[in-house]
């Protein structure tokens, strides 16, 4: 991809990615990815969204974030090579908090084990530590996803917490196998990663 064909809305350019602001027309790209069962095993247990809960409630979240928010909220991840949709991002205010800032993300299983999660996610903490002012990074999933948590891990986030899942076990899931993980990346333990890089 050229440097031309960049969209307009982007927010964030990493080395193999960009992120845009999400909108109507990535419903279809919003509900295949949803429909994946291994994408959503550890959201819903495995259970896909309807195109109902896309179209009537989490696309609108997921918009509404940019009417709150000049830089914090979900976002579009697209690959350069090919412009195709992978994905998406979050980043914004954990429980409300401007200076605490959560990090979330989701990728179409073709993605998976590339580096484009870690890739993406550390681009959205630099920029939230130089540019916008964050003090710390959150991110939370299941203890039993490894595979979100080795990402945290290599974006040098530790382990603050663990805790019980909000509201009852997934269908066919044991109470302790939906336990969930807190990780934290301070800006404090951010610069000294930056200048231990060189």
């Not at 979100?148 to 290599?154: F, G, L, N, Q, T």
């Not at 269908?171 to 939906?178: R, Y």
């Given at each position: 991809m050229s440097e031309r064909?960049?969209?307009?809305?982007?927010?964030l350019e990493a080395e193999r990615l960009y992120l845009r602001r999400l909108n109507a027309a990535d419903a279809d790209a919003l509900v295949e990815l949803d429909a994946d069962p291994a994408v959503m095993m550890y959201l819903t247990g495995g259970v896909p969204h309807s195109r109902a809960f896309i179209v009537e409630q989490a696309l609108p979240h997921y918009l509404a974030y940019y009417d709150r928010y000049a830089s914090y909220g979900f976002w579009a991840a697209v690959e350069k090579t090919s412009n195709a949709f992978m994905g998406w991002f979050h980043f914004r205010p954990f429980m409300g908090n401007p200076k605490e800032i959560e990090l979330g993300y989701r990728l179409k299983r073709a993605y998976w084990g590339r580096g484009l999660a870690t890739e993406g996610s550390r681009a959205l903490i630099d920029k939230g530590f130089r540019e916008l002012g964050a003090r710390t990074v959150v991110a939370t999933t299941m203890a039993v996803n490894v595979r979100?948590?080795?990402?945290?891990?290599?974006l040098g986030m530790t382990l603050e917490s663990e805790f019980d899942f909000p509201g009852d076990p997934f269908?066919?899931?044991?109470?302790?196998?939906?336990r969930e993980v807190k990780y934290t990346l301070s800006r404090k333990t951010w610069e000294k990663q930056r200048a231990s890089c060189g």
């Open positions: 064909d960049v969209p307009r809305d982007v927010f979100s948590r080795r990402v945290m891990e290599k269908p066919g899931w044991l109470k302790a196998d939906c």
